[in-house]
């Protein structure tokens, strides 16, 4: 698969590690400026490139979106003609700081972009916990929201190749609030309640 991610820092590297090297899918950072970017040791690996913005997205059937959410609008932008794209939105509105005029950064793209196969995923834990997914030699869980079934089944194939045990569909795009009171969920455990970032979530079945 061939996969451009927008953003380079934490989550964008950590999902480009895993998808390179673990899943050997083709993956190129969209960055603003080639020569200086966070994430420039990862180049090491044949599987990851650098291009443009606008570049990465027209080599790529799938445009991931790891920045930070106050800049959602400008760089949905910046993308070019997603017809065709599937986007798959890693980010989060923490502490109210995110696109202007929306609650959740999924819906801020939707409104910005021409596809409609948009979902987020990616989003509820720690970078940390994407480079390494095992927990006692337990797999954690993933989960995506949105409407569209080709943006949702890609999310859980990547999600698996990614390592995660399993990833949960929670519904359609009127669920994108709602996944993003989960990450606030683990954030505020993780941080505000001290139990740190190695720390996970697994759906159990009884």
Sequence with gaps: MHIAIIGSGNVGGALAQKWAM?????????????????????????????ATIAEACVQSEVIVLATPATA????????????GKIIIDTMNIVMGRGPEGFTNTTDAILAHTATTDVVKCFNTTGFNNMLDTQY???????????????????AIQLAT????????????????????Q???????????????????LKLLHR
């Design 22 to 50: 673990h899943a050997q899918h083709q993956i190129v950072f969209g960055v603003r400026d080639v020569s200086n970017f966070k994430g420039k040791h990862l180049l090491v690996h044949n599987n990851i490139q650098v």
């Design 72 to 83: 959602t609008t400008s760089v949905v932008a910046s993308l070019g003609d997603t017809t």
């Design 161 to 180: 190749d990614a390592g995660f045990g399993a990833c949960y569909s929670i519904g359609g795009n009127d669920k994108f609030q709602l996944l993003e």
């Design 182 to 200: 989960f990450a606030w969920f683990w954030i505020n455990l993780a941080m505000f309640q001290g139990q740190g970032r190695n720390m996970a």
């Design 136 to 154: 006692q030699g337990i797999a954690i869980d993933m989960f995506v929201a949105g409407d569209s079934k080709l943006g949702t089944s890609t």
